[in-house]
C-alpha cells in the first residue's frame, strides 16, 4: 500500500502498490524550507489516520539523516512525526535518508538546484563547509526490501554511500554539462555545517551495501549521470 504520489511513492509503486502486508508512507511536507503550518498539519493528520486504522501493518516512514544536525520548522516536523509513528505502530521502520535523486524529485532539492543554475549559466551560492550526500531511490526500494523482515520497531540512519562537499557535487555536475571551470558562476560563502551524519549509518545499512555490492567512490557520479538530463 502507498500512500503518495511522488517521486518516492512512485518508485515503491511497482513492488508494492498491491501489497496489503506493508504501508509505504510517502506523502507529506518534502521541502526542507517549509513554513507553511497548514502543510506540516496535513502530513500529520494523514500520518495518524493511517497509523491508527492499520496498526498493525508494517509502516515504512521516510525521513531525513539531517534530523538532529539542522533546526527549522521542517526537521522539527519530521521528528514530531517519528515519534508518532513510534507510539501508534505496532511495526514499523522509519528510514533516515540523505538526498534522493530519481527520474523527477522535488525542483527544491539540491541537486536540482544545482542542475537548474549550471544548465543556465546562472550564478549560484554554495557553502564551502557543507557536505551532501545523494541516494539513487532505487536504492531505497531495495533498502527497504532488505530490512522489512527482520527489524522492526527501528530506525535506519542512512549516512550515505559517498559523502562529497556541495562544491565537489557542483563540479561533477558542472563537468557533466560540459561547462568549463572559468564559466561556472559559483560564489564560495564561507560557511560550515556539523556533518556528523556522515558517521551515523547503521548496521544494517553498511550491510546492505555489502549485500548488493555497492561501492562508495564514483557512486555520485554514476547517479548524477544516470538521472541528470543534459
Same mark, same amino acid.
Given at each position: 500500500?502507498?500512500?503518495?504520489?511522488? /517521486? !518516492?511513492?512512485? =518508485?515503491?509503486?511497482?513492488?508494492?502498490?498491491?501489497?496489503?502486508?506493508?504501508?509505504?508512507? &510517502? #506523502? $507529506?511536507? @518534502?521541502?526542507?524550507?517549509?513554513?507553511?503550518?497548514?502543510?506540516?498539519?496535513?502530513?500529520?493528520?494523514?500520518?495518524?489516520?493511517?497509523?491508527?486504522?492499520?496498526?498493525?501493518?508494517?509502516?515504512?516512514?521516510?525521513?531525513?539523516?539531517?534530523?538532529?544536525?539542522?533546526?527549522?520548522?521542517?526537521?522539527?516536523?519530521?521528528?514530531?512525526?517519528?515519534?508518532?509513528?513510534?507510539?501508534?505502530?505496532?511495526?514499523?521502520?522509519?528510514?533516515?535518508?540523505?538526498? /534522493? !535523486?530519481?527520474? =523527477?524529485?522535488?525542483?527544491?532539492?539540491?541537486?536540482?538546484?544545482?542542475?537548474?543554475?549550471? &544548465? #543556465? $549559466?546562472? @550564478?549560484?551560492?554554495?557553502?564551502?563547509?557543507?557536505?551532501?550526500?545523494?541516494?539513487?531511490?532505487?536504492?531505497?526500494?531495495?533498502?527497504?526490501?532488505?530490512?522489512?523482515?527482520?527489524?522492526?520497531?527501528?530506525?535506519?540512519?542512512?549516512?550515505?554511500?559517498?559523502?562529497?562537499?556541495?562544491?565537489?557535487?557542483?563540479?561533477?555536475?558542472?563537468?557533466?554539462?560540459?561547462?568549463?571551470?572559468?564559466?561556472?558562476?559559483?560564489?564560495?560563502?564561507?560557511?560550515?555545517?556539523?556533518?556528523?551524519?556522515?558517521?551515523?549509518?547503521?548496521?544494517?545499512?553498511?550491510?546492505?551495501?555489502?549485500?548488493?555490492?555497492?561501492? @562508495?567512490?564514483?557512486?555520485?557520479?554514476?547517479?548524477?549521470?544516470?538521472?541528470?538530463?543534459?
Amino acid at each position: 500500500m502507498i500512500v503518495g504520489n511522488g /517521486l !518516492i511513492a512512485k =518508485s515503491f509503486l511497482k513492488k508494492y502498490g498491491k501489497d496489503n502486508n506493508i504501508i509505504i508512507f &510517502a #506523502s $507529506g511536507v @518534502s521541502n526542507s524550507k517549509e513554513t507553511n503550518p497548514d502543510n506540516f498539519k496535513r502530513e500529520e493528520d494523514l500520518l495518524v489516520s493511517f497509523l491508527k486504522t492499520y496498526p498493525q501493518i508494517k509502516f515504512i516512514y521516510i525521513s531525513t539523516i539531517l534530523i538532529g544536525y539542522q533546526t527549522n520548522q521542517y526537521y522539527t516536523h519530521k521528528k514530531e512525526m517519528e515519534k508518532l509513528i513510534s507510539k501508534h505502530s505496532k511495526d514499523y521502520i522509519i528510514f533516515r535518508v540523505p538526498q /534522493l !535523486i530519481g527520474s =523527477s524529485g522535488n525542483s527544491n532539492n539540491i541537486v536540482n538546484y544545482l542542475v537548474n543554475r549550471i &544548465a #543556465s $549559466g546562472k @550564478s549560484f551560492e554554495v557553502y564551502g563547509g557543507v557536505k551532501r550526500s545523494i541516494l539513487d531511490v532505487v536504492d531505497l526500494v531495495n533498502l527497504v526490501g532488505y530490512c522489512k523482515d527482520i527489524i522492526t520497531c527501528e530506525t535506519v540512519n542512512v549516512g550515505g554511500i559517498e559523502t562529497v562537499s556541495v562544491i565537489d557535487l557542483s563540479k561533477i555536475i558542472q563537468y557533466f554539462f560540459g561547462v568549463g571551470m572559468e564559466s561556472l558562476k559559483m560564489v564560495i560563502k564561507d560557511v560550515n555545517e556539523d556533518d556528523g551524519w556522515t558517521l551515523s549509518s547503521s548496521p544494517i545499512f553498511k550491510e546492505y551495501l555489502t549485500e548488493f555490492k555497492i561501492e @562508495s567512490t564514483g557512486y555520485t557520479e554514476k547517479i548524477i549521470k544516470k538521472y541528470i538530463k543534459q
